[in-house]
């Protein structure tokens, strides 16, 4: 009898402690990450490498995120967050190689860098030595040089 009533108690001890984590779960999914964490988690000190520049007449940085909601129509790349500080947007992608495929499989981040001085637009990602990922991070930049002209 002692030995049935331990498996009960380990039993249930086990189910309350599977319901407790498994809530603690969903509290860690319902976190809102403020804008400074999700650049740090983008980490944006490696977004190095320029993939595409252009001038643009009359551009304006803070309005980036409702431009690029507005003219990025094609579906080849997900935009998944925008962010603004200064003179540079900072946004995280998911795409896939090649970007025609559907399926989203990976994420990065791109900066739109504006200069005032010369209305420079440039776009910067991260370094790859991958060649089909760099042909796709050139895609990514020239779609959204594209979007924001």
Not at 2 to 16: E, M, N, P
Not at 45 to 53: A, E, F, L, M, R
Not at 126 to 148: D, G, M, P, R
Request: aromatic content about 10%.
């Amino acid at each position: 009898m002692l030995v049935t009533f331990s498996k009960a108690l380990i039993h249930v001890a086990t189910a309350i402690d599977e319901a407790y984590y498994e809530g603690k779960e969903n509290e860690l999914e319902e976190i809102e990450l403020s804008s400074e964490q999700k650049l740090e988690l983008m980490d944006i000190d490696k977004i190095t490498v320029c993939y595409q520049t252009t001038g643009i007449e009359n551009f304006v940085i803070k309005n980036v995120e409702q431009i690029l909601k507005q003219n990025y129509l094609k579906n080849e790349f997900t935009i998944k967050e925008v962010i603004v500080r200064k003179n540079c947007a900072y946004i995280k992608i998911m795409y896939d190689i090649p970007l025609n495929r559907k399926s989203r499989g990976y994420g990065t981040s791109f900066s739109i860098n504006f200069m005032e001085v010369n209305n420079g637009v440039s776009v910067y990602g991260y370094q790859t030595k991958n060649a089909n990922e760099k042909q796709a991070f050139k895609e990514i930049a020239s779609e959204l040089i594209q979007a924001v002209s």
